[in-house]
């Protein structure tokens, strides 16, 4: 059969030349963990460093496997292998419309035997680009960002991908720009604000409150009003994200701009209780 009856295998020997598969940059009793094929559990913080740069999430159940010459694909993990994935759409989860045949290029571990693992018929989850002017083509966003599908994934993912979608979803947080605490009329009252960076300039504040003989209070709001009444995010919410994952573990003594020693002290207390309890953002993925 002619070369041109197969596109498909055209892409490999094109593909051959492989661009780099781009990574993203940089409480409660746990649910279950969601395995990748290689093998680290998925926290919350992890499927989202995932969502977040993929315009395409689909589920998909892999059709055909070739395996890459490593000679052309030097810069794979060792341990594992790049294969050329074909796979048939069964559900579009976020995303234009795509075809029904896909193809793909994704990094896998070997086997126990050293072996390309058995795919083909296992349903997965593909967080991907489109590749212009190739239909049916995706560019995973990470080498690891082909999931085997489980109910439990798809139910911890559709969550992160419903706010991510939301156009009101809180802003990305680069840092805290400025603190200051004011004290209140009776001793040991006072309320701390913290105002957070944000690239677009969008308003994101946390606000701390003490009372006398009542427990320390916080919240977070993502609009200019600095709500007293403002709660601290959920946990697994894309607000707790933002803040988990992009504060600093310390208050930038430089952010505070309260005049006495004891007030900058009060504002640094305060910002560690918000750190200890937002908790840590555990990522279990190792690095691309």
């Given at each position: 059969m002619p070369?041109?009856?197969?596109?498909?295998?055209?892409?490999v020997a094109g593909m051959l030349v492989f661009a780099s598969i781009s990574a993203p940059l940089h409480a409660q009793s746990a649910p279950p963990m969601i395995r990748t094929l290689d093998a680290p559990a998925l926290t919350y913080a992890d499927l989202v460093?995932?969502?977040?740069?993929?315009?395409?999430?689909?589920?998909a159940e892999i059709t055909a496997v070739s395996k890459i010459n490593p000679a052309l694909s030097a810069d794979v993990a060792p341990g594992k292998v790049r294969l050329y994935i074909e796979a048939?759409?069964?559900?579009?989860?976020?995303?234009p419309d795509i075809a029904d045949t896909l193809s793909f290029l994704a990094d896998v571990p070997l086997d126990a035997r050293g072996k390309v693992p058995k795919l083909r018929k296992m349903p997965v989850l593909l967080?991907?680009?489109?590749?212009?002017?190739?239909?049916?083509?995706?560019?995973?966003v990470s080498p690891d960002a082909m999931l085997p599908w489980t109910p439990e994934l798809e139910a911890r993912l559709r969550p992160i991908l419903t706010e991510l979608v939301n156009h009101g979803q809180p802003p990305v947080i680069t840092g805290v720009r400025e603190t200051m605490h004011v004290p209140g009329n009776l001793t040991g009252e006072g309320?701390?604000?913290?105002f957070l960076s944000t690239p677009d300039g969008k308003p994101a504040s946390l606000s701390i409150l003490r009372?006398?003989?009542?427990?320390?209070?916080?919240?977070?709001?993502?609009?200019?009003?600095v709500d007293q009444s403002a709660k601290p995010p959920q946990p697994e919410t894309l607000a707790w994200?933002?803040?988990?994952?992009?504060?600093?573990?310390?208050?930038?003594?430089?952010?505070?701009?309260?005049?006495?020693?004891?007030?900058?002290?009060?504002?640094?207390?305060?910002?560690?209780?918000?750190?200890?309890?937002?908790?840590?953002?555990t990522r279990n993925r190792p690095p691309h």
């Amino acid at each position: 059969m002619p070369k041109s009856a197969h596109p498909m295998r055209n892409f490999v020997a094109g593909m051959l030349v492989f661009a780099s598969i781009s990574a993203p940059l940089h409480a409660q009793s746990a649910p279950p963990m969601i395995r990748t094929l290689d093998a680290p559990a998925l926290t919350y913080a992890d499927l989202v460093d995932l969502a977040l740069p993929a315009h395409i999430v689909a589920k998909a159940e892999i059709t055909a496997v070739s395996k890459i010459n490593p000679a052309l694909s030097a810069d794979v993990a060792p341990g594992k292998v790049r294969l050329y994935i074909e796979a048939r759409t069964t559900a579009l989860l976020v995303g234009p419309d795509i075809a029904d045949t896909l193809s793909f290029l994704a990094d896998v571990p070997l086997d126990a035997r050293g072996k390309v693992p058995k795919l083909r018929k296992m349903p997965v989850l593909l967080l991907a680009d489109p590749v212009n002017g190739r239909p049916g083509e995706l560019k995973l966003v990470s080498p690891d960002a082909m999931l085997p599908w489980t109910p439990e994934l798809e139910a911890r993912l559709r969550p992160i991908l419903t706010e991510l979608v939301n156009h009101g979803q809180p802003p990305v947080i680069t840092g805290v720009r400025e603190t200051m605490h004011v004290p209140g009329n009776l001793t040991g009252e006072g309320e701390t604000q913290v105002f957070l960076s944000t690239p677009d300039g969008k308003p994101a504040s946390l606000s701390i409150l003490r009372r006398p003989g009542e427990r320390t209070t916080w919240g977070v709001s993502f609009s200019e009003i600095v709500d007293q009444s403002a709660k601290p995010p959920q946990p697994e919410t894309l607000a707790w994200y933002r803040l988990a994952c992009a504060l600093p573990p310390e208050l930038p003594p430089r952010s505070v701009i309260s005049g006495t020693a004891d007030d900058r002290q009060i504002a640094s207390e305060d910002y560690a209780q918000v750190i200890r309890e937002l908790g840590p953002c555990t990522r279990n993925r190792p690095p691309h």
